[in-house]
């Protein structure tokens, strides 16, 4: 009986860990969908806090690292995404100094239409 419910929770365990995988797959494309699509040369971008959040500016490190991006800069939206930023070598300015946002992008768990 113990080994049936071990193996029961073995399978429950497997299963969760499978849908960590594709939900983070899930956000992982979200995010470089969304620097891909709308972050353009010399954009000032707002960037929200998160996951998929981290998905996008690990994304624009990338393009902005290649030269496939130029002179983008970051408002962030909370301490954690500033660290990022500055992990990531992005560079970080304030609405005090960059009070237009050309885009701003942030995590979403729903959409209705």
Same mark, same amino acid.
């Given at each position: 009986n113990s080994v049936a419910l071990q193996a029961t929770n073995d399978a429950e365990l497997a299963a969760k860990r499978a849908a960590k995988r594709m939900t983070d797959e899930v956000k992982k494309a979200a995010g470089y969908h969304a620097c891909d699509t709308m972050v353009r040369n010399g954009m000032v971008v707002g960037v929200g806090t998160g996951e998929t959040c981290e998905f996008? %500016?690990?994304r %624009?490190?990338?393009r902005l690292s290649t030269g496939e991006l130029e002179g983008v800069? @970051? @408002?962030p939206t909370s301490e954690q995404t500033k660290s990022f930023l500055c992990r990531l070598k992005i560079p970080s300015v304030s609405l005090d100094t960059h009070a237009c946002i050309d885009v701003a992008i942030g995590s979403a768990d729903a959409v209705d239409r």
């Amino acid at each position: 009986n113990s080994v049936a419910l071990q193996a029961t929770n073995d399978a429950e365990l497997a299963a969760k860990r499978a849908a960590k995988r594709m939900t983070d797959e899930v956000k992982k494309a979200a995010g470089y969908h969304a620097c891909d699509t709308m972050v353009r040369n010399g954009m000032v971008v707002g960037v929200g806090t998160g996951e998929t959040c981290e998905f996008v %500016l690990e994304r %624009l490190s990338h393009r902005l690292s290649t030269g496939e991006l130029e002179g983008v800069c @970051v @408002v962030p939206t909370s301490e954690q995404t500033k660290s990022f930023l500055c992990r990531l070598k992005i560079p970080s300015v304030s609405l005090d100094t960059h009070a237009c946002i050309d885009v701003a992008i942030g995590s979403a768990d729903a959409v209705d239409r």
